[in-house]
């Protein structure tokens, strides 16, 4: 009952998750991302975090067996090698059978099933990880936990997929970093389960420090174990030691296969206390797992530079993503690709404060570029913020109207922000480069930035040197939104150009396109996002 409790809660959460980041139903599986560990940390979610920490001190790494989509990810990986070696078990016995009938000499049988069998932790290699990937936070930013981090990786191959089963041209890095990911990531729970789990994902490592002293976990009752040894052959975490009839409950990952197995019922999940489980008396000397250990020491280490230095790679080879554009020249120019300009800052989006906060906090889960409905929203390919999301209006522009990735950001990296308060903050400032402009160079009468610019901050203006009105910005009015560098029809690059606010301010009232009244809000939105997020 509880593997069948167990299975079903997982699938909901797994589908959940994969909805939610291939943009369908946010306002249904939203939450879902808010319970992932470390999205909820860096959003400093204390109730999350609490309400894990509980969970997992009360019933151990439940976690990694419901809440975690890669967790689960592989155990559908291990589910679907068990299913095809007993279809193929089932194809060689009728086989045999019919080889038998037939009086002819029979073959050797094969065991198709994949049998699982303890395995010594590893624990050097496991904190080891999670050090480097803490001090890396602190010392050269996000790479390392940005690439180790289960959500982070699981959303980045669900976006991957999905854009390419759409038609997307994908970000090259992006698209490899997914790849050795899932390749990784297969290997690993093929040949070994839930290998990644309890060596390289720092997340794992830290629930397993709690998850060794947990109130309840999986014991032996020596008594009624007859050594069959079926529930450590079934045990995907390899943490089940039949000589000594002891459950490692550090890499247990709660998926309650062992007791379904165990003919005897010598296996139960029950109330130990806080005191940490001992192994009995060892059937083996411990010098048999010695070499092992070692080996799948260097195995998982190499594993581990692998998936690192394919995402390096891939940032410093890679340049930014190939997008397809929307194609919109007004009959004023030749219709090509734009490409993206040189900015003197970055942008980051409506609600994330500035650049240090944006990147501080994000996991590059790829969550908002797959809800961003403008196409804005694409991952960096810089090695300094690989992946995370940068902001870009080649393909649309981010309209006022539109909140989306601040609904669905896990880490508050986007912090919430309303319709009404977009129009009072800045995350940039338009610069018009005359050279480029149609107006200006007496080829058309444009004003296409003049007319579509939500808060006004652009007007037509005579100006000395030039027959045609050019455009001019009131910066003070300017929000960023890029609708003026998006439907400029200079091509490849625009004739207008929103460089990046490295700390968002407030704007002036705007003052409505053509010079209308318009909204008459005081540019609160800057002062109630920091109230929300508790600064000054």
Partial sequence: MLRKIRIILALVFLVGITLLLVGIGREWWGWMASLQLLPSFLALNLPVMLGILILTLILGRLYCSVICPMGVFQDVIIRLRRFIGESLNRRQTSRMKRLKAEGRNLPKPVN????????????????????????????????????????????????????LAEGDSMAPALLITAAVTFLLIFFLAWTRGRAYC????????????????????????????????????????????????YVDGSRCVLCFDCIDNCAEG????????????????????????????????????????????????????????????????????????KKSPERRERLVPFGSMSVKHFYDHCTACQLCVSNCPNGVLRPST????????????????????????????????????????????????????????????????????ARHCPTGAIRMIRADGYARPVPAVAHNHCIGCGACEFLCPSRPISAIIVDGLSVHREAAPHRGTHGGEGSQGEGRGVRQQRRRQGQN
């Fill in 112 to 163: 198709h099933l994949k049998r699982f069998t303890f395995k010594p932790e590893h624990k050097v290699v496991r904190f080891v990880v999670l050090a480097l990937t803490v001090a890396s936070a602190f010392v050269t930013g996000q790479l390392l936990l940005t690439l180790l981090a289960p959500y982070s990786a699981y959303g980045r191959m669900v976006r991957s997929v999905a854009g």
């Fill in 266 to 337: 010598a296996i139960r999940y029950r109330f130990v206390g806080f005191k940490p489980a001992l192994p009995g008396k060892a059937a083996t000397a411990q010098k048999s797992h010695e070499a092992p250990a070692d080996s799948g020491r260097r195995s998982f280490i190499a594993t581990g530079a692998t998936v690192i230095g394919a995402g390096a790679l891939a940032g410093s080879a890679l340049n930014a993503s190939a997008q397809v554009v929307k194609r919109l020249d007004g009959g004023l120019a030749d219709v090509i690709d």
């Fill in 382 to 449: 810089d090695l300094e913020h690989f992946l995370q999301p940068q902001m870009g209006y080649e393909n649309g522009w981010c309209r006022p109207e539109c909140t989306a990735c601040s609904e669905v950001c896990p880490t508050d990296a986007i912090g919430p922000i309303r319709q009404d308060e977009k129009l009072t903050v800045s995350i940039g400032k338009a610069r018009v480069n005359l050279e480029l402009c149609f107006a200006a160079a007496d080829k058309e009468d444009c004003g296409n930035c």
């Fill in 198 to 245: 309890n060596t390289i994902c720092p997340v794992g490592t830290a629930f397993s420090i709690f998850s060794r002293f947990s109130l309840f976990r999986l014991t032996i009752d020596e008594s009624k174990c007859v050594a069959c040894k079926r529930c450590g052959s079934r045990c995907k975490a390899s943490c089940i030691d039949m000589d000594r009839h």
